[in-house]
């Protein structure tokens, strides 16, 4: 069974703490996204990965990093969490093809005291 | 610019009736559609999905989408709603790179 795996369901931090966000595939998927969830706002793109050290910047990268030093393995990075970062994180990865759908993993739910 | 419109925030229907969601897309190509659905606390799983061929699509758990390209429209149906399909429901875009667009997501609840 396909699986993406977030490290972390739940994480509490202060504000300015840095938060790493793990997040790793099984599928050999080219593709890693991360997402930001909010009440009422859908899903909204953080940054993406097509290939190992490559990223590009999604809607709302401000305040954000992401690191991919192995194909399988994306890590999103606050360097100093705000509150305005409470949210739930969601990772996926696809497959390079326009036919490729996303694939998730169960999300990291963040609050910043 | 590409964008997912899904009218309804909240629908709450009765167990056994019908259920249609709306979706309407903005997107200047032959869009790649797809509907997700989301548990509370958990990630988001692929109900079903177009992208070419025939405009009704089937998917998992009972529901299927029909694309409807003059009216831009991506709706999704199941013609008797079980309990269990209480949950929040994502109308996504694909683009030829990789890209993926997300509506605001319909949540549904379900009467007993």
């Known amino acids: 069974d396909v699986k993406v795996t977030q490290s972390s369901r739940y994480l509490v931090k202060r504000t300015g703490e840095k938060v790493f966000l793990e997040c790793v595939q099984d599928?050999?998927?080219?593709?890693m996204f991360w997402y930001r969830q909010d009440p009422g706002l859908g899903l909204r793109l953080i940054y993406f990965s097509y290939d190992v050290k490559m990223k590009e910047k999604g809607d709302i990268p401000e305040g954000y990093s992401v690191s991919r030093e192995k194909k399988e393995r994306f890590s999103l990075i606050l360097e100093s969490a705000s509150t305005n970062q409470t949210s739930m994180y969601l990772c996926a990865s696809s497959i390079t093809s326009a036919a490729g759908e996303l694939f998730f993993g169960e999300g990291s739910r963040l609050t910043v005291l | 610019a590409q964008s997912v419109t899904q009218p309804d925030i909240h629908i709450t229907v009765s167990e056994g009736a019908s259920l249609e969601l709306r979706c309407n897309y903005s997107?200047?190509?032959?869009?790649?559609l797809f509907w997700y659905v989301q548990s509370p606390g958990q990630g988001l799983q692929l109900l079903l999905k177009?992208?070419?061929?025939?405009?009704l699509v089937q998917g998992i758990k009972g529901f299927e989408a029909e694309f409807k390209r003059s009216q831009s429209s991506f709706n999704l149906r199941k013609p008797s709603v079980h309990w269990s399909d209480a949950a929040e429901y994502f109308c996504a875009v694909g683009d030829n790179f990789n890209k993926f667009y997300f509506g605001s997501g319909t949540k549904l609840n379900v009467k007993p």
């Open positions: 997107y200047g190509a032959t869009p790649y």
């Open positions: 599928m050999d998927h080219e593709n």
């Open positions: 177009y992208f070419s061929g025939d405009t």
